[in-house]
């Protein structure tokens, strides 16, 4: 079997429907491991770098990718306030305050 992506490792909060990252394949398990799951006889995937190259990029910049590609690399393009310790978040209030 192959597939046209990278393998998904990562939930994705920019509009793609996702299970939460525990509970992908590829999060989980090596290609091997996924093939014995999946019973077939070989797997593979297309690479990330393989992704960029059928989007006409020579390569990824990995310190500001070209594309969103947190779903297979996990690498988001923004904090994730919702996923994070909440101790460290500010949040600014939307009550207005009297000036006196």
Same mark, same amino acid.
């Given at each position: 079997? #192959?597939?046209? !992506?990278?393998p998904?490792m %990562? !939930? ?11 509970? =992908?394949?590829?999060? #989980?398990? @090596?290609?091997?491991?996924? &093939?014995?799951?999946? #019973?077939?006889? %070989? =797997?593979?995937f +297309? %690479?990330?770098? $393989? =992704?960029? #190259?059928?989007? $006409?990029?020579?390569?990824?910049? @990995? ?9 297979f !690399? $996990?690498?988001?393009?923004? &904090? +994730?306030?919702d996923?994070d310790? &909440?101790? @460290?978040?500010?949040? +600014?209030s =939307? +009550? ?5």
């Amino acid at each position: 079997m #192959r597939i046209a !992506s990278p393998p998904t490792m %990562s !939930s994705c909060f920019y509009g793609v429907d996702t299970p939460e990252t525990q509970k =992908l394949l590829a999060h #989980r398990m @090596n290609i091997e491991e996924m &093939r014995e799951f999946i #019973r077939v006889d %070989s =797997l593979g995937f +297309l %690479s990330l770098d $393989g =992704l960029y #190259r059928a989007a $006409g990029e020579t390569a990824r910049n @990995n310190e500001t990718p070209q594309f969103c590609d947190a779903c297979f !690399s $996990g690498q988001y393009p923004t &904090r +994730l306030t919702d996923l994070d310790d &909440r101790d @460290n978040v500010r949040t +600014l209030s =939307l +009550l207005a305050e009297a000036k006196g």
